[in-house]
Antibody
Framework: QVQLVQSGAEVKKPGASVKVSCKAS????????ISWVRQAPGQGLEWMGW????????SYAQHLQGRVTMTTDTSTSTAYMELRSLRSDDMAVYYC???????????????WGQGTLVTVSS | QSVLTQPPSVSGAPGQRVTISCTGT?????????VHWYQQLPGTAPKLLIY???NRPSGVPDRFSGSKSGTSASLAITGLQAEDEADYYC???????????FGGGTKLTAL
């Protein structure tokens, strides 16, 4: 079955960087994209950006431009999200989700990874 | 503030019908972009519930249905069950932000 498995929880200091991985299985990795969504404690969902695993095209949320980088490794069917210059308000659960490439941007996210908690604390 | 507006909470008795609204603007829903809905049970990742306004993925009960008109969309749940207690989110694309956007989420309580 289609599955996305994310890396484990991270604890980082303000100003540091974090890199979260998302390993895909059960489908042809390069036929889809991966979107990243985060959820601060007790808050709603916030879209961060997405990357096409077909051609590495990326699109980032405007407020994260310059701090976030999304990449893929097609040899291992793994997507990565790196966020730099971490602040306290970056503390959240980070999710990856598969997104169809054809028909973008009318597309949806399915399935989702289990989430990775990133704690930012001095 | 979220780009798409949802009521913070809704509630209903078991067996009743509840609806959750998602209001956008001419830059997103009103521009013709599709609306998708997700269910997030406590402590779990979101799960796709409705895609492209009205379509249910396999495995989603037909008690869940979606609709879209103008700058708004709605999720309806009939025959409400205790297991439906969750947070529900709508999602669309916004061409002024050049990105996907979510509603603020609605907490559904089964009384």
């Amino acid at each position: 079955q289609v599955q996305l498995v994310q890396s484990g929880a991270e604890v980082k200091k303000p100003g540091a960087s974090v890199k979260v991985s998302c390993k895909a299985s059960g489908y042809t990795f390069t036929s889809y994209g991966i979107s990243w969504v985060r959820q601060a404690p007790g808050q709603g969902l916030e879209w961060m950006g997405w990357i096409s695993a077909h051609d590495d095209y990326t699109s980032y949320a405007q407020h994260l431009q310059g701090r976030v980088t999304m990449t893929t490794d097609t040899s291992t069917s793994t997507a990565y999200m790196e966020l730099r210059s971490l602040r306290s308000d970056d503390m959240a659960v980070y999710y990856c989700a598969r997104v169809p490439i054809v028909g973008t941007p009318r597309n949806w996210f399915d399935p989702w990874g289990q989430g990775t908690l990133v704690t930012v604390s001095s | 503030q979220s780009v798409l507006t949802q009521p913070p909470s809704v509630s209903g008795a078991p067996g009743q019908r509840v609806t959750i609204s998602c209001t956008g603007t001419s830059s997103n829903i009103g521009a013709g972009y599709d609306v998708h809905w997700y269910q997030q049970l406590p402590g779990t990742a979101p799960k796709l519930l409705i895609y492209r306004n009205t379509n249910r993925p396999s495995g989603v009960p037909d008690r869940f249905s979606g609709s879209k008109s103008g700058t708004s969309a709605s999720l309806a749940i009939t025959g409400l069950q205790a297991e439906d207690e969750a947070d529900y989110y709508c999602q669309s694309y916004d061409n002024s932000l050049s990105g996907w956007v979510f509603g603020g989420g609605t907490k559904l309580t089964a009384l």
